[in-house]
């Protein structure tokens, strides 16, 4: 009978996602949202926030006065956090008329994935505390809507929390109950009309991929259309989806393989009858010259975003290293689709995420490889038209999802062990490289303050 106690306002609690949104208009990402886990349970919910970068970015800069300026903790005004004996932290709340925190919801605990939709009108996210992906609308200026209300402590109703699986279930297809990675996609890549809706791939902890079709209609939910199980071995943590072939690439955590499937939808697909799409299942690529064999695990794939390149980028947390291979593979050497690998790069123990990022140096753009290591708890840069490790920013707690700010030359990244959101600097590390420093020491981001406030489980320190 104990209802368990509500989350307090604008408390960072394990965040495990986040996604940044840019406002119509504007040049850089304005509103970062944050899907707090709740894995300790400590509250009766997990929140979904939306925080306004330009004033967290604007208060680091302006307003820490500490010599050591990670040790600077933006929190919102008149906050818990203020109760705390923090010692050499300086919490800088926000002056009269800044908005931090712009919005907040309750949601299920647990979640694993958060993406934006196309267009930045939807937010969808996996949830396994209530087994279902939860959605909430995003208005032009950031804000999110799942049925409740900002700073009334209102959870998001169940019509946000729960996809429509009626139909499939007419047909026997049911979706599992342990959703994880989640890619979402808009159905007019695959060749439909602008504003047909959305689709949706999710994996799931049975090793199973299901596709829903999202609408986008007043009133309706993402809807269950179909289920291919036994798909990806031992799971699969990310999706990742290759433009040229129109192909979700999904990386599994058991065996040196990558699982590869897409939505049956092309440009002859009835709009009407999008509720009966089918899931088409490709021959998925063994990963080859590997040491670890069968005991590899993948955790992301990324493309090469440049027309004239073809190199795919893998993630594995076994070995540790960034693996570099073609992608359109080795189809007669061996006897199943295979990648060789090309290059391997040696990391840290734990690397978790991976994201791609162009940034101009001595007048030419340069493409870079930026990896979070949640158990080294590092991030590392890659230069890819090098192929080498470039650096590597230390002094990380538990660095696990993050997000480039090109505009800025900033990265904002989840600390999961301590509750944070650390903002990182690129800038130092670029300017290094425009002096012509050829050391990989010499080039390393700075890290900055960060949103919240430091607060580690005992068994995560």
């Known amino acids: 009978m104990n209802e368990g106690r509500n989350p307090p306002r604008g408390v960072l609690n394990f965040p495990v996602q986040l996604e940044a949104f840019t406002r119509e208009g504007e040049s850089a990402p304005g509103v970062l949202y944050v899907a707090n886990s709740n894995f300790d349970l400590l509250y009766n919910s997990a929140t979904l926030q939306a925080y306004d970068l330009e004033v967290i970015n604007r208060i680091l800069d302006t307003r820490c006065t500490s010599e050591r300026r990670e040790l600077c903790s933006v929190i919102p005004r008149n906050s818990v956090y203020l109760s705390l004996d923090l010692g050499d932290l300086e919490l800088i709340e926000p002056e009269e008329g800044e908005e931090l925190l712009i919005d907040e919801a309750f949601i299920g605990s647990y979640t694993q994935t958060m993406k934006l939709g196309p267009g930045g009108t939807r937010l969808y996210l996996t949830v396994q505390g209530v087994a279902d992906i939860t959605h909430a609308d995003v208005a032009p200026d950031g804000r999110f809507d799942c049925g409740a209300g900002f700073g ?28 994880m990675a989640l890619y979402a ?6 060749g439909l009309p602008v504003g047909t809706g959305n689709y949706l791939l999710v994996t799931d902890r049975d090793e199973s991929v299901s596709l829903f079709v999202d609408r986008l209609e007043d009133g309706a939910r993402p809807t269950l259309t179909d289920v291919a199980r036994g798909v990806v071995t031992g799971g699969a943590v990310t999706l990742t989806f290759e433009p040229r072939s129109k192909i979700v690439w999904a990386p599994t955590v058991s065996g040196a393989r990558v699982a590869r499937l897409s939505p049956a939808i092309d440009a002859s697909t009835d709009p009407a009858l999008l509720e009966d799409a089918r899931l088409a299942v490709h021959p998925a690529f063994s990963v080859r010259d590997l040491s670890s064999g069968a005991s590899a695990d993948f955790r992301q794939v990324a493309f090469d975003p440049r027309p004239d390149r073809d190199e795919v980028y ?39 995420r991976l994201e791609l990022a162009t940034f101009e140096v001595g007048g030419e753009p340069s493409l ?62 670029l300017a290094c490289l425009e002096g012509g420093a ?12 960060f949103l919240g406030v430091p607060n580690a489980l005992e068994g995560l320190r």
């Open 438 to 449: 050829t050391s990989t020491s010499e080039c390393t981001p700075e890290l900055l303050g």
């Open 314 to 352: 893998i993630l594995s947390r076994a070995p540790a290293a960034l693996i570099i291979a073609n992608r359109y593979g080795d189809l007669s050497s061996y006897p199943t689709p295979s990648l060789v690998a090309e290059r391997v790069i040696d990391l840290g123990t734990g690397p978790s």
């Open 368 to 429: 870079f490889a930026f990896i979070t290591s949640f158990d080294s708890r590092d991030l590392y840069v890659v230069d890819l038209d090098r192929g080498e490790l470039l650096s590597v920013a230390a002094g990380l707690s538990g660095p696990f999802s993050f997000v480039v700010d090109t505009a800025r030359e900033r990265i904002y990244i989840a600390e999961y062990r301590t509750s944070v959101v650390r903002f990182v600097d690129l800038a130092p590390m």
């Open 152 to 179: 009334a402590g209102e959870a998001c109703t169940d019509h946000f929390t729960t996809t429509d699986r009626e139909r499939a279930a007419s047909r026997d297809i049911h979706f599992s109950p342990g959703p």
């Open 185 to 190: 996609g808009a159905l007019e890549e695959l």
